[in-house]
């Protein structure tokens, strides 16, 4: 596709929230740790969310603006807290999450102003998760219709019962990009009615049906395929020692989106995304710092194989 607005963010649209780690909290939500690492990776980036009116939604929104990006997007919300999630983490690092409800992303209601940051937008990342509740789906999509001039890519990202083969069927009818894990194909290709197949004609079958440019698989450190209609390239995962795999993911989609608006080949998007997720994972929560120089002295790993 052809970007019309260079100048324009880099969105995440969805939940903000706190990660409730057994080692203290960490700023996170999927859309969010997406944001502030397609902005560690030199691009303008915004957020498109609601928070509560009390100090966590604050210091959250602080944290953000001090890592440069753009929080004027996020509506505060005076009645529902800001939300938070209990992750636990098993013997090799994978994050299992524990949502609460009732928050102020729940009620994401877009501004005026929200839609016209939506109508800038370079690249759109969204969710599954944050489509919860009537309000914030209708919510979401009324952004998206606007984003006319966006590379959209829905983030299928299936948590605790929050997901419907109604929400994952209309969020990939909005996209342009696919992006899921190992376990949610599976889980995704049975709510859509998808015959049984592994996970590359799986992903092919789901490009087909919703005539998407990419479809983006991710399996931890099996490595990750792109599919495309004309080829599969695949790429093995960064050797790394797991502290937690919180945000990863996350990582994962913001290299690839940012490779690919600078004009990158898909393999090397799929390198550079691999390495910025690797690297993410060797650090605590779904916001370290990481920068472009480490992600790019580490890509050499995969140059020297």
Known sequence: MNVSNP????????????????????????PFNFAIQAHQMGHPAAMLSAAGDDPSGHEILGLARDRGVDISGVSIDPLHPTGAVDVVLDTS???HY???SDVAWDYFDPTQHQIALASQARA??????????????????ALLAKANNALVVCDVNLRQSFYSAEV????????QWAKLNDDEM????????????????????????YNLDLVAVTMGSTG??????????????????????VGAGDAFTAGL?????EGAGYQDMLIFASTLAGITATRRGGTPMVTRHEVEVGARYFDAK
């Open 7 to 30: 100048l324009g963010p880099i969105i995440g649209l969805g939940e903000i929230l706190w990660d409730r780690l057994p080692a203290g909290a960490q700023p996170g939500g999927a």
């Open 224 to 245: 990750s395929i792109l599919i495309t209609p004309d080829h599969c390239w695949r790429q093995s995962a960064l050797p790394v020692t797991v502290t937690d795999t």
């Open 124 to 141: 759109i990342c969204f969710g599954t998760l944050a489509q919860r509740t009537t309000i914030s789906c209708t919510g979401i999509h």
């Open 257 to 261: 989106i940012v490779r690919y608006l």
């Open 186 to 209: 599976p889980v995704c290709a049975k709510l859509l009615g998808l015959p049984a197949g592994n996970l590359e004609e799986t992903a092919r079958l789901l490009l087909n049906r």
């Open 168 to 175: 994952i069927h209309r969020s990939l009818e909005r996209a």
């Open 93 to 95: 690092g994978v994050a």
């Open 98 to 100: 524990q949502f609460l």
